[in-house]
């Protein structure tokens, strides 16, 4: 019964986040806010959404060691296991800057959380760096979303401009831009509608998130293990569901920039803001494992530096890095397993 209460609440997570998600993004449309600024936002804690909540509510609970297991986790699992298929399946040619800023401010992002576990607490002084970085990737999305905007309307114009200029020789083209400019506006639900959509996430996202973390610490107690690692395991892999529904999706579809950019975005979300957010809310500090400060936190240092770095030196993703990365998590996994 306790394994099924994992799952439900695992589901229930996941589930709630998107409806919590697509209202967010559908209320913020409707109050005026520009929809690339909501994509570049509020899009972006989508997939990171059952992350958040689990390691907030463990922090609540006084569970820090799975609010932490559970951030460091995530990230190691959607580098180890989702960037790991990504690099495997889509071995392609990049454009160095297109990841260069972000894929540096990520590893520089980790970097910081490993120094701050060095006194095995993380409190509020250990908050504002992240914070920084993370706001710095949200503002470089928005940035970078605006000069797509940009170009985007630029098209749009010079398209207006042909089918205006076929109005005009009488070539029916005045029904044409009917549609083509329909097809620019989106449906709006009502207000209210999508207000109640909103509080249903929201509803299903704390009781998942509470089912999740109490029959998660139910499990350990029940395999005699600790929090650390069911933590950094079960549960670290469980919500990155979303992350691998996007990335295998976007495999499917031969889209790699889309699948290296989603959990390159995902990790760094994880990375900067689910500890200081714990910290800020719960009001107290987190005390550091032994476990996370000398082996989770480095091993996800070194399957990030070696997912990304290659990629950036030479510019193309090989079937070798996925290969590579995926066997170092591998191993930790059967390391932290037999350790028990």
């Not at 790991?84 to 990049?94: D, E, G, K, Q, Y």
């Not at 996007?246 to 990790?267: D, H, R």
């Not at 009001?283 to 996800?300: F, Y």
Request: charged share 20%; net charge positive; aromatic share 8%.
């Amino acid at each position: 019964m306790i394994y099924m209460s994992f799952f439900i609440g695992l589901i229930l997570i996941c589930k709630g986040g998107d409806w919590f998600v697509d209202a967010a993004s559908k209320l913020s449309e409707i109050l005026g806010i520009p929809k690339y600024v909501i994509g570049a936002t509020i899009v972006s804690f989508a997939t990171t959404m059952p992350e958040i909540i689990v390691s907030v509510a463990a922090a609540l609970d006084g569970h820090s060691a799975m609010a932490i297991g559970n951030a460091v986790g995530s990230v190691s699992a959607n580098t180890g296991i989702i960037l790991a298929l990504s690099l495997f399946f889509l071995p392609v040619a990049i454009k160095r800057e297109e990841y260069l800023f972000k894929n540096s401010l990520y590893i520089g992002t980790v970097l910081l959380l490993l120094i701050s576990f060095k006194d095995r607490i993380f409190d509020r002084a250990d908050c504002l760096l992240l914070l920084l970085a993370g706001i710095l990737f949200l503002v470089e999305n928005v940035k970078n979303a605006v000069c797509k905007k940009e170009v985007s309307n630029s098209k749009r114009k010079k398209e207006d401009m042909i089918l205006h200029k076929k109005i005009q020789a009488g070539k029916n083209g005045e029904k044409k831009v009917k549609n083509k400019r329909s097809k620019w506006k989106e449906k709006q639900s009502s207000i209210w509608e999508t207000f109640f959509w909103f509080c249903i996430g929201a509803v299903c996202i704390v009781a998942g998130s509470e089912l999740l973390v109490h029959s998660a610490c139910k499990i350990a107690e029940i395999l005699h293990i600790s929090e650390d690692i069911i933590s950094v395991t079960i549960v670290a892999m469980g919500t990155s569901l979303p992350e691998l529904v996007t990335t295998v999706t976007a495999i499917l579809k031969k889209e790699s920039s889309l699948s290296v950019g989603n959990i390159i975005g995902a990790n760094m979300i994880d990375s900067a803001f689910i500890l200081p957010i714990c910290t800020l809310l719960s009001g107290e500090k987190l005390p550091v494992s032994l476990q996370m400060a000398q082996i989770d936190m480095p091993l996800c240092i070194l399957i990030s530096v070696l997912a990304l770095l290659p990629m950036l030196i030479r510019q193309k993703i090989k079937r070798r890095d996925g290969i590579l990365v995926f066997s170092i998590y591998a191993g930790y996994l059967l390391y932290i397993c037999w350790a028990i």
